[in-house]
């Protein structure tokens, strides 16, 4: 099993529409999650930062994490296209943080 | 304040040379890291600090070097580059429990 893992995508959400986007990770012990967003050509840029069980929200991002499902998700609410990126899941284990290979986002005018 | 900067943005090396990647952060930053990132892949980690004299590999760490002599610069050395380090590499800091900031990326073409 991979430590973090999300569907590849393309992910099509009609500007205006949720962006749900999931991740599962399989190491029990982590404490601290995070969503990066990587515009193509460019470097990841943290968005969201979860520590405990429950929701998250930042303007229209919402960040939900379930330890005992190791689940993480994002939602983006009133989608932008200026939202279509890849967004990359990552999970801490010991000194370093762990990527998915990320989730292509496409918003739909 | 300018964060991490990565230089170069761009290079092209021919097979068998070497060069060496340079990463700056300027936010008192003890936590360093080196990723790779292959088209539509990941980003996969070669080397991590923890702070100046310390280093210890990651999951793809053949083919570079790696040191760290201050708190701020974590250079990363190719030594005979190969097509199979053809990539963009990013650098990035942290203070552990809050997530990395990232440089901008150089992109390594190795013909």
């Known amino acids: 099993q991979k430590e973090v893992e999300q569907n590849s995508g393309p992910l099509s959400v009609p500007e205006g529409a949720i962006a749900s986007l999931n991740c599962t990770y399989s190491?029990?012990?982590?404490?601290?999650f995070f969503w990066y967003r990587q515009y193509s050509g460019k470097s990841p840029e943290l968005i969201m930062s979860i520590y405990s069980n429950g929701d998250k929200e930042d303007g229209r991002f919402t960040a939900q994490l379930n330890k005992a499902s190791q689940y993480v998700s994002l939602l983006i609410r009133d989608s932008q296209p200026s939202d279509s990126a890849t967004y990359l899941c990552?999970?801490?284990?010991?000194?370093?943080?762990?990527f998915g290979k990320g989730t292509r986002l496409h918003i739909l005018p | 304040n300018a964060g991490v900067t990565q230089t170069p943005k761009f290079r092209i090396l021919k097979i068998g040379q070497s060069m060496t990647l340079q990463c700056t952060q300027d936010m008192n930053h003890n936590y360093m890291y080196w990723y790779r990132q292959d088209p539509g892949m990941g980003l996969k980690l070669i080397y991590y600090?923890?702070?100046?004299?310390?280093?210890d590999k990651g999951e793809v760490p053949n083919g570079y070097n790696v040191s760290r002599s201050t708190t701020e610069d974590f250079p990363l050395r190719l030594e005979l580059a190969a097509p199979s380090q053809t990539s963009v590499y990013f650098c990035?800091?942290?203070?552990?429990?809050?997530?990395?900031?990232f440089g901008s990326g150089t992109r390594l073409t190795v013909v």
């Open positions: 600090s923890v702070g100046a004299g310390i280093t």
């Open positions: 190491d029990r012990g982590s404490q601290s």
């Open positions: 990552a999970v801490n284990r010991d000194d370093k943080i762990i």
């Open positions: 990035a800091s942290s203070n552990r429990e809050y997530g990395y900031t």
